[in-house]
């Protein structure tokens, strides 16, 4: 019998601490930098990102999206047999936050590890994840995706600052009769490393060059729409199924005119298309499972429909997921 994997429950969290783009404007402005709502508003679609408090780390958020999307599934700590978390901002150099995570639930034995593919992350974690449950290595996986953005922004570059906001999501993925997840897509090409990173390293017991976000904007721009339109065909092909059969398309939350530019090539209208960039920003691999868990928590998304889930980031990488809920 074939095993396919199926989510079955889904669940976010973002920091209380909300800030609107009239915030960053003033906050910014302290320090001599010029910036404007309107600006951010019309480059990007951002509106409001949220921000964890110094003592919050990704694996505390993890722990609050992880408990919803245990109870959304109907299921215990004890019945996980995997534990995959994507994140560029763990707590530590190493434990992985998933081991981190892990000792927060209580949970005691069962394989944990980082996925580390910046905003590709929680597709790579969630491709992992239904390959090891088709080959019955596993049966029912906690996928995050949990992120503290705002520790690695320089407040003194406008062209990034603004872009970034914290939070986490997380799915339980089961093997399951039925699919589930229909095809996946992943790539990764390491030429553009340097177009989007953090340089920095640790070294002689302290960090070592530097620890700032960096961008090239507009290559990533161009490199994004690019990659995102032929991840979406190929998982498409691969399912082979039409874009016409999508329900939802959950994009990578990083900026509106990159997903219109998406959705406008794959024919699907932007009322199909979800969007929380405008109050979560980019929230790199914690932005399709906070949108996928906004889906279907405002009754948006339901169960049998089909789902296109894609993201694209720092590498650089990117794929695809398509699934039935
Ligand atoms: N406020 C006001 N002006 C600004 C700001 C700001 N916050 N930031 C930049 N500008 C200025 C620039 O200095 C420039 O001024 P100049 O013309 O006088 O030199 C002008 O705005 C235009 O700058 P561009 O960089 O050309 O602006 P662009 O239209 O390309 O928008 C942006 C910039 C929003 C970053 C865009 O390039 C973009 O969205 N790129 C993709 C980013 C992205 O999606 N990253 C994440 C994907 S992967 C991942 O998620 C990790």
Redesign the pocket.
């Known amino acids: 019998m074939t095993i396919y994997s199926r989510i079955t429950g889904t669940g976010s969290f973002l920091p209380p601490r909300r800030v609107t783009n009239a915030e960053m404007v003033s906050a910014?402005a302290t320090q001599g930098?010029?910036?404007?709502d309107e600006?951010?508003v019309e480059?990007?679609g951002i509106r409001a990102r949220h921000f964890a408090d110094a003592d919050v780390f990704s694996s505390d958020m993890a722990l609050k999206a992880s408990n919803l999307a245990l109870k959304a599934a109907g299921i215990g700590v004890k019945d996980i047999d995997l534990i995959i978390v994507a994140t560029s901002t763990p707590d530590m150099v190493f434990p992985s936050t998933a081991c981190m995570l892990q000792g927060k639930l209580g949970h005691h034995g069962a394989p944990a590890f980082d996925v580390q593919a910046?905003?590709?992350g929680f597709i790579y974690a969630l491709t992992v994840a239904d390959a090891m449950i088709q080959s019955g290595s596993a049966k029912k996986a906690l996928v995050v995706g949990a992120e503290v953005f705002s520790r690695l922004l320089d407040f003194k570059d406008?062209?990034?600052?603004?872009?970034?906001g914290d939070g986490a999501g997380a799915v339980v993925l089961e093997a399951s009769s039925t699919p589930g997840i229909l095809a996946t897509d992943l790539h990764a090409d390491g030429q553009y490393a340097r177009i989007?990173c953090v340089p920095g390293h640790v070294s002689g017991g302290q960090a070592q060059g530097d620890a700032f976000l960096h961008?090239?904007?507009?290559a990533?721009?161009k490199l994004?729409v690019k990659v995102l339109d032929e991840t979406a065909h190929a998982v498409l092909a691969k399912a082979g199924k039409p874009s016409s059969d999508i329900d939802w398309l959950i994009p990578?939350q990083?900026?509106i005119?990159?997903m219109q530019s998406t959705a406008r090539k794959l024919k699907i209208p932007m009322d199909k298309v979800i969007v929380t960039v405008d109050q979560h920003g980019?929230t790199?691999a914690a932005?399709v499972p906070l949108a996928l868990d906004a889906a279907v928590r405002s009754g948006r998304a339901k169960p049998g429909q089909t789902l296109l889930l894609e993201?694209?980031?720092?590498g650089?990488t990117w794929g695809a997921v398509l699934l039935n809920l």
């Open positions: 910014l930098i010029e910036t404007s600006w951010i480059r990007t910046v905003c590709g406008r062209s990034t600052c603004v872009l970034f989007l961008m090239d904007g507009q990533v721009f994004a990578h990083a900026n005119r990159i980019n790199s932005s993201a694209v980031g720092g650089f």
